[in-house]
C-alpha cells in the first residue's frame, strides 16, 4: 500500500517525532512531504533512508505546490492520503485531490482536541473552522490519539463513526534501565515545554505546602516561553534548594531513571500524555490532574495518581502520599505496575494498530 503523509514542517515537536518513529517500524509504502520546509526531524528522517521531500512552499507558491502534490500522487500510485498537521491549506489540498480521485482515501490525524486544533487564539480562527470542518465531513477516516480527542471531535458536532482510536507509541526499551532506589529522599520530576498549560506554577506552589522540604527535591526539564517568569516565582517561595531547572535535556532516559516520582500537572485537556507513558516505561511513578487523556494512560491507585481537583492543595496531598509510600518502600510496587501499563504504549502495537488502520 502507497501511502502519503502531509505535514507542514520537519522541525523538532511531538507530531514529527510520533510520525519518525513510525517511519521507521512501518510495513508500508510511506513517503512524507513536508509543505513548508524540513528540519532536523526530517533530516533525520533522510538519515534513516525514508522517502522525504520537502517543497518549502511560500505563501504564493500554493497553486504550483498543489500541482507538485498531484504529481507525486500520480506518481507514486498513492492509495492514501493522511494529513498531520492542522493546516488549513493542506486540508484544502487534500479534499480537491479527493475530489478528483475518488479511490484516493482520505484521511486525517488528530493529534490533538478539537478546540486546540481550531486554535481559537489564531488570526482567521472563522475561515480556519469552515475549512477544518469541511475537511472533516469530507475526508474517509479520522485517527485520533485517544478517546479524550474522538469526544471531543463528537462535542464539536461531528460523526465520530469513521473515527478510530490509535493511541501514541514510544519505545519502552528505551527507557527501561535499572532504577536507582537507594536514597532517603524522594527524587521527583517533571518533564515538557514550560508554557501556562503545563501547570508548572501549580507544582511550585504544591511544594511550597509540604512540610518536609528534606523529604523531597524536583528536577525541572524542559525550556520554554515561561521559564524566567517560572524561576522568579520558585525564588519568591524561598525554597529554591529543593528544585532545579534543568533545560532542554538530551539525557531524559537517564533523568527518568534517577528519579521516583514523575509530576505532570497540565490543567489543559491533552490529547495524549507521552512524557508521561515515557516516565512510567522507566518506573517512575506519575501524579497527573484529571485531565485530557490521562484517566485512559494512568490507572490511580494502582500504577499512579491522578488528582481529582486543579489545584496547589490537591496536588500537594498527592504527593505527600507518594513520599509516605516512597519511605515505607511501597512506591517500588507502584513502579512496576507503571512499566507494565506502559507496554500497552509501545512503538511496536503503535505500528501495528496504525498500519491496519490505513489498509481499511
Known amino acids: 500500500m502507497n501511502v502519503l503523509h502531509l505535514l507542514g514542517t520537519g522541525d523538532t515537536g511531538g507530531i514529527e517525532t510520533l510520525v519518525r518513529d513510525y517511519a521507521k517500524n512501518s510495513k508500508l509504502n510511506n513517503t512524507f512531504v513536508f509543505f513548508f520546509g524540513g528540519g532536523e526531524t526530517c533530516n533525520q528522517m533522510k538519515d534513516s533512508?525514508?522517502?522525504?521531500?520537502?517543497?518549502?512552499?511560500?505563501?504564493?507558491?500554493?497553486?504550483?505546490?498543489?500541482?507538485k502534490i498531484k504529481k507525486i500522487v500520480d506518481d507514486l500510485d498513492i492509495d492514501a492520503i493522511i494529513v498531520h498537521h492542522e493546516s488549513p491549506v493542506i486540508y484544502i489540498f487534500m479534499t480537491l485531490l479527493k475530489r478528483e480521485k475518488r479511490c484516493l482515501k482520505t484521511y486525517i490525524y488528530a493529534h490533538c482536541n478539537?478546540?486546540?486544533?481550531?486554535?481559537?487564539?489564531?488570526?482567521?480562527?472563522?475561515?480556519?473552522?469552515?475549512?477544518?470542518?469541511?475537511?472533516?465531513?469530507?475526508?474517509?477516516?479520522v485517527i485520533a490519539i485517544s478517546n479524550s480527542v474522538k469526544k471531543s471531535i463528537r462535542d464539536n458536532g461531528f460523526n465520530t463513526d469513521k473515527v478510530r482510536v490509535v493511541y501514541n507509541g514510544i519505545d519502552c526499551q528505551k527507557f527501561c534501565g535499572p532504577k536507582v532506589i537507594n536514597r532517603?529522599?524522594?527524587?521527583?520530576?517533571?518533564?515538557?515545554?514550560l508554557i501556562k498549560q503545563k501547570g508548572i506554577n501549580i507544582l511550585l506552589e504544591a511544594l511550597k505546602k509540604i512540610d518536609d522540604k528534606s523529604a523531597f527535591s524536583c528536577m525541572i526539564v524542559g525550556d520554554g516561553p515561561e521559564r524566567h517568569s517560572l524561576e522568579s516565582f520558585l525564588r519568591s517561595l524561598n525554597f529554591k534548594n529543593n528544585v532545579q531547572f534543568l533545560g532542554t535535556r538530551s539525557d531524559v532516559p537517564k533523568l527518568l531513571q534517577n528519579a521516583d516520582v514523575f509530576v505532570h500537572p497540565a490543567i489543559w485537556e491533552e490529547g495524549f500524555g507521552i512524557a508521561v507513558v515515557e516516565a512510567m516505561a522507566a518506573g517512575v511513578v506519575p501524579i497527573a490532574f484529571?485531565?485530557?487523556?490521562?484517566?485512559?494512560?494512568?490507572?490511580?491507585?494502582?500504577?499512579?495518581?491522578?488528582v481529582e481537583e486543579c489545584n496547589a492543595d490537591a496536588l500537594a496531598k498527592a504527593i505527600e502520599k507518594a513520599i509516605v509510600l516512597f519511605e515505607k518502600r511501597e512506591?517500588?510496587?507502584?513502579?512496576?505496575?507503571?512499566?507494565?501499563?506502559?507496554?500497552?504504549?509501545?512503538?511496536?502495537k503503535f505500528v501495528r494498530e496504525l498500519d491496519d488502520a490505513f489498509r481499511v
Do not use: H, Q, W
Not at 533512508?49 to 500541482?67: D, H, Q, R, W
Not at 478539537?114 to 477516516?141: E, L, T
Open 184 to 193: 532517603s529522599e524522594v527524587r521527583l520530576i517533571f518533564v515538557g515545554r
Open 49 to 67: 533512508g525514508n522517502n522525504v521531500i520537502e517543497l518549502n512552499t511560500g505563501k504564493s507558491e500554493y497553486i504550483k505546490a498543489y500541482y
Open 331 to 348: 512506591l517500588y510496587e507502584f513502579s512496576e505496575k507503571a512499566r507494565k501499563k506502559a507496554l500497552d504504549f509501545d512503538i511496536g
Open 290 to 306: 484529571n485531565k485530557g487523556a490521562i484517566p485512559e494512560i494512568i490507572s490511580n491507585s494502582e500504577d499512579g495518581f491522578i
Open 114 to 141: 478539537m478546540n486546540d486544533m481550531m486554535a481559537p487564539d489564531r488570526k482567521g480562527v472563522i475561515i480556519r473552522k469552515i475549512i477544518i470542518s469541511y475537511a472533516y465531513k469530507k475526508c474517509d477516516y
